[in-house]
């Protein structure tokens, strides 16, 4: 079993649905979460992180951590064309020192 | 200004040759990394250098060596290339190892093609 499990996908939504795309975990040392955005032929990018449970809103993205059921979301609201890439979440924690573990990625596609 | 920065971008070559890639980061980090990424888009990690010295060596054939002349450089070299070995490979860096508000800064990949 991968310590990170996420579906690849793909995901294919119309313009202004609202996405949600998850991850679980087995690692419960896991305290830092982080979901990256990768376009085609380009390095990840952070998107979000939060730290611990709870949840964290930056524009039309929200980031949730259910540390008890080991699981995270990514919600993006009012989806755009321009939104479609890869998401990998990505998790770490201070016991794992310097590795941060990533799921498979979800490609996601925003229909116009 | 690019942060981090990989040459080459794409990479052709043989079974059997060597080839170096190499990295660069203007960002000021410390610790600096080489991931790779295979065709599934699956991201893992393989090497991280801290101020210059090796932290993690993931369970990599020792066909593939990093070495890292200062903190701002980490290069790639692999012996004896094999067809398994094509993939993406990015490098990144963060201002410290562990993740406390330093996420991974990555560059574009180079991607590696052994025919």
């Known amino acids: 079993q991968k310590e990170v499990e996420q579906d690849p996908g793909p995901l294919s939504v119309p313009e202004g649905a609202i996405v949600s795309l998850n991850c679980t975990y087995s690692n419960s040392a896991f305290q830092y979460f982080m979901w990256y955005r990768q376009y085609s032929r380009k390095g990840p990018e952070l998107l979000m992180y939060?730290?611990?449970?709870g949840n964290k809103e930056d524009g039309r993205f929200t980031a949730q951590v259910d540390k008890s059921s080991k699981y995270i979301s990514l919600f993006i609201r009012d989806s755009q064309p321009s939104d479609s890439a890869t998401y990998l979440c990505?998790?770490?924690?201070?016991?794992?020192?310097?590795?941060?573990?990533f799921g498979a990625g979800t490609r996601l596609f925003v229909k116009a | 200004d690019t942060a981090v920065s990989q040459t080459p971008k794409y990479l052709v070559t043989q079974m059997g040759n060597d080839k170096s890639i190499k990295c660069e980061q203007n960002l000021g980090h410390d610790t600096m990394y080489w991931y790779k990424q295979d065709s599934k888009k699956f991201l893992k990690i393989m090497f991280s250098?801290?101020?210059?010295?090796?932290?993690i060596n993931e369970t990599v054939p020792n066909r593939f060596s990093p070495k890292s002349p200062d903190k701002a450089h980490l290069n790639l070299h692999i012996n004896s290339l094999e067809l398994g070995d094509s993939a993406v490979y990015f490098c990144a860096s963060s201002l410290e190892g562990t993740f406390y508000n330093s996420p991974l800064h990555f560059g574009n990949g180079t991607r590696l093609t052994v025919t």
């Open positions: 990505a998790m770490s924690s201070n016991t794992g020192g310097f590795k941060t573990i």
């Open positions: 250098y801290n101020n210059k010295e090796l932290i």
């Open positions: 939060t730290y611990s449970s």
